[in-house]
Structures are given as structure tokens and as C-alpha cells.
């Protein structure tokens, strides 16, 4: 039987950015995982290897990994065969169980945030650059599924990759006119990658496809979540009392969070 795989890049991280990502992993988990680094992150290989980790070198700059990542994964799983594949960010993500331990319905799965994607200015804006305002207006009343979150069947994954790959090269962000003029990168691109998934999914470029609550799912994307609520051993938990397998953004409500984090991770 095929292994599950967890994909993720870290391309200029410290270890310890990323250390409670696969400290919390390897507590319930203990299958495939492989990371992408930047060929100079010698620190962060020597700690990712302590956790048996495959690594993926490459050379692209830190700030242009998030797009480049999908091309790198679908390269890698090239003459490759596992089982469920889990595609997730890294800095800003700890596991509270195994990932891949759900009862999912679908080939390939999208966890939800609590936004139509008309209220929220981030997801807004990214599909407005990259793909025009028509477009958000067909999806606008959609509501916003993680970039950062997708698990699903190997063979759905890859088409999912290639379909980002494509739709990446071929809708580009288009940048204020000072970072066009000097090649820099725009800083309000960055994260744009979600408006493409958003685009694709909601567009049905992809199908088949599983959708699965922030409230009572088995992911917790933390930014819009509604209810905040631990249970005795700090673990996060949803609607229906059970923990959630990911807590994803948690950073982005450290006041709410940090108590519990840091009492969850003195468990490890």
C-alpha cells in the first residue's frame, strides 16, 4: 500500500520557525514529508533531516518560492506514487493530530474560511489583479477556501498543481507601475497564489471536489475563524467539540492563542 506525503516549502527559514510545524507533525504522524529549502538553508536541513525529512533544493529567491513552490512539487512527484497527499505552508501551522486521520468524501479537498471572498480586501484585491473585476464579480459571492490547506488523492493533486503552474504563468499579478519599472517584486502579490486556487475551484476548472467547514472541519484557518475554544489539554477545538487535525494562521491571533500554543508545545 502507498504512503501518505506531506509537500511544503520553507526556502529561507531558520529551523526554529519552522520547528513547531514538524515537531507537532511527527507526534502523530510518521510517514512521508518532504520540504523545498533554499541550497544556502544549511541549519534548516540539518534539523529537518533530525525529523527524517526528504528535502527539496532550489535556488529560487524566498519571496517568489509561493509560486514557484507548485512547479517544484509536481516535479518531485514526478515517477512518484503515494497514497493522500497533503500540499501545506509551514510558518504558521501546527498539527494537533494526523492530518490524513478524517473521514474525506472528496478526491481532493478545500477547507473553507468564514468570508465570501467579496468581504474580504485581501482575496478581493489578488483576483482583481490577477484576473480583472468581471471575474471577481462571477465568484465574489463564493466563499474563500485556504491556498495554504489542500489534501486529496495523489492523482488530483498533481492536476491541481499543474492547473496552478498554468493559470500562475499565464494570469501574472500586474504589479504598481514603480516595481514593474524596476523588476522588483510587488509586496501586495505575495499570497496572491489563493486568488488562483479560489479561481480555479470556483470556476469548476477543477472538479470533483470536497469542501469541508472552518466550524466543524478537520482544519482550523485561524485569520476569519468565529469561535475560538481549547479543551483541557490546550488543544484547539470546532463546533463539535473535537480537535482540530490542523490549526493554520494561528499567528495572526496571537493574543488568543499564545497561552494554550505555548502550553500545547510544552507537551511535545
Known sequence: ?????????????????????????????????????????????????????????????????????????SKYLKNKN????????????????????????????????????????????????????????EISKKTILCSGTVLGKESKIKEYLNLMEFYISKFKYKKKLKYFLTFRPDPEARGCDQGHANYIVHKSIIKNVNFLSNGNGPVATVFYLKKIKFDQTSKLINESGHPYLIVHQYDKRWDEFSKNVNKFKNNL
Open 1 to 73: 500500500m502507498y504512503k501518505n506525503l506531506i509537500l511544503s516549502a520553507a526556502v529561507g527559514y531558520e529551523f526554529k520557525q519552522i520547528e513547531f510545524f514538524i515537531k507537532s507533525l511527527r507526534k502523530y504522524y510518521h510517514e512521508e514529508v518532504c520540504f523545498v529549502i533554499g541550497n544556502k538553508d544549511i541549519g534548516l536541513e540539518e534539523g529537518l533531516k533530525k525529523y527524517n525529512c526528504n528535502i527539496i533544493k532550489t535556488n529560487i529567491n524566498k519571496k517568489t518560492i509561493q509560486f514557484n513552490r507548485y512547479k517544484l512539487f
Open 82 to 137: 503515494f497514497n493522500n497527499i497533503l500540499l501545506c505552508d509551514s510558518r504558521d501551522l501546527y498539527f494537533q493530530g494526523d492530518p490524513f486521520k478524517f473521514h474525506y468524501k472528496g478526491v481532493i479537498n478545500f477547507f473553507l474560511e468564514d468570508y465570501f471572498i467579496k468581504d474580504c480586501p485581501y482575496n478581493s484585491h489578488w483576483i482583481i489583479k490577477t484576473y480583472g473585476e468581471k471575474e471577481l464579480d
